[in-house]
């Protein structure tokens, strides 16, 4: 499997940038034009694409994916788009466009890594440069030597002698120069070989050392990957013991919550069947007073009955009343008999109201001590039995507050 380095140099040399600047480079080679200061600008729009262009050779992981394809949109817009409008309408305007996005492009290249190979590779051309120079100067000097000597054998003839010795001078001084020139090239060339051996070491140290960072920086990264990856299963781990602690802290809770709800409901249950209880006791004790009432009302009226009984053949003395008078006392008497049976009526009604209220009282209170020992499905169908007794006649059901109000209504008639 190919290393991240190895991929992202096929990725960095096969980016579109480099196609764009050659198409731009050939562009600019194939116009033609008379002016002198189109051709500069051409010139310098050329040489400093070229200079970009062999960033191509020294892939380096400084240089990421974004800036590439930001290089590329910035030549096709700032040079490439103009240059093509150049040629197609010869307004120099489109030029100095493109010459001026020239200023975008470096800005973009500014902060990218200097190749060493090719910092050494442009030293090496400017010695060799230099030494196609001297030997333009060689053949200067050749061709002056040549003069020279012509100019010496033409004077020869007139000057023998004198001629003979410079020409001899000549001659040896030309051979001293002719060795010196082949000894400098010499020297020259043994200095070509020496600065292309030690690029070559160079470049090798280089690529050397590029691959030994990209191997350390590749461990380190799959170091820090595994970190993360034993980080991630701690911090897994913890959180599955911290959430199984709160479901077990929740489950007790839980069971806390529904105890104190039981808990509750039984104050609530104990509460409420006391204030029913002690209802019924006081509708009992008031149906006690109503049927006590009622009964000494039927005593006084029975007693008054029998003393008008009394007062009437007392007064007779025995002999024969009008019809008026006994008419006036049957009804007197009747009148006074009929309130006392009904107060006499009253009182039981009330009685039996009372013993019932104070039986359902009793009930009520005996209940939760007498089902405490049953089973929980015992105890319920208990009070749903005893509650169906209670508050339920004759098949139709009454709630509380109704029986209250009919009790309340029958107090107030007593």
Known sequence: MPSAAALWEAEYEEAPVWDSLEDTIDAIAEIGTDSVEEKQMLDRIRITLRQIHRFKDAPTLLVSSQMLEGLNNTVINSIQDPIQRFVATDDISYLNAAHLGLHDVLNLVRGWPANAGQSLRSAAAAIRESIRASADNLAVVQDAIDGAKTNLEDKLAAFTQEATARENASIEQFHQLEQGLIAANGDMLRLDTRIDSAIDQMQARFTAAEQDRLTKHQE????????????????????????????????????????????????????????????????ADSQGKSANTWRWIGVGLFIVTSCVIAWSVYISGGGEDSWKTTFLKGTTTATLAAGAAYAVSESRRHRTKEFESRKTELTLRALDPFIATLDEGDRQRLKIDTTRHIFIRDGKAETQNQYLDEANEEEVDG
Request: proline residues 0%; aromatic residues 4%.
């Open 220 to 283: 380190q990264l799959e170091s820090e990957v595994e970190e993360f990856r034993n980080a991630l299963a701690e911090a897994q781990e913890r959180s599955d013991s911290a959430l199984e602690a709160q479901e077990e802290a929740a489950q007790r809770v839980m069971e806390r919550l529904r105890e104190l709800q039981k808990d509750a409901e039984a104050v609530v249950g104990a509460v409420a069947t006391s204030s029913t209880a002690n209802w019924y006791k006081d509708n």
